[in-house]
């Protein structure tokens, strides 16, 4: 089987090397292709070709582990939560050419955000510290002691006027980083290229 390791999102792959990443028979992949459920191309001698973006996308669209393989070829996914609505249309202007690499959502209240947080699985999850209904140190603990991994997701703590004293007790919950609002667009997409590059180790 060809080599697999470090795919990026145009990479074609056979139905014998989806069925070795996802280890089910090949046998199984042409039928999810059969059935529409996996978008593939067909070669002229009538084999399938299936894009890792699209493979990705049947993953989470069945709430499949991604393997670790396919990490490069996926969509970083970043969750904003902030009541400031010209804030996260300042972020969706400044990461609008990043499309091909990240997929943002946001959130203008915390329960919606926590919420969209299991649903969606970001890869980072930026949280307003000033938010309505959200306690960002809460939601840190809650991720460390909880069901989510604080471990696989970065948090990213952001404030108007960030002190000393809250970006302490963030960083002590599990929080990633602590910043002064408007969020750096420069600092996130540097995040997300360090926990890709991590993936890929």
């Given amino acids: 089987m060809a080599k697999t390791e470090k795919l990026g999102k145009e990479s074609l792959l056979t139905s014998y090397q989806v069925g070795d990443l996802l280890q089910v028979n090949p046998s199984s992949v042409n039928k999810w292709v059969r059935d529409g459920r996996i978008r593939a191309f067909r070669t002229p001698g009538g084999h399938h070709r299936i894009r890792a973006a699209d493979l990705i996308s049947f993953l989470r669209t069945h709430d499949m582990p991604v393997p670790k393989a396919l990490a490069g070829a996926a969509r970083r996914r970043v969750l904003v939560v902030d009541s400031d609505h010209s804030h996260l249309k300042a972020l969706q202007r400044a990461l609008k050419g990043q499309a091909d690499h990240i997929e943002l959502r946001t959130s203008t209240h915390g329960i919606e955000g926590m919420i969209e947080l299991?649903?969606?699985?970001?890869?980072?999850?930026?949280?307003?510290?000033?938010?309505?209904?959200?306690?960002?140190?809460?939601?840190?603990?809650?991720?460390?002691?909880?069901?989510?991994?604080?471990?696989?997701?970065?948090?990213?703590?952001?404030?108007?006027?960030?002190?000393?004293?809250?970006?302490?007790?963030?960083?002590?919950?599990?929080?990633?980083?602590?910043?002064?609002?408007?969020?750096?667009?420069?600092?996130?997409?540097?995040?997300?290229?360090?926990?890709?590059?991590?993936?890929?180790?």
């Fill in 118 to 201: 299991g649903a969606f699985r970001p890869d980072t999850l930026v949280i307003a510290a000033e938010a309505p209904g959200i306690d960002c140190v809460e939601v840190c603990e809650r991720l460390r002691k909880g069901g989510l991994e604080i471990g696989g997701l970065q948090v990213i703590i952001a404030h108007d006027e960030l002190n000393v004293e809250l970006s302490e007790r963030a960083l002590a919950a599990g929080a990633t980083r602590c910043v002064a609002k408007p969020v750096p667009t420069d600092m996130l997409l540097e995040q997300l290229e360090q926990q890709e590059a991590h993936s890929l180790a």
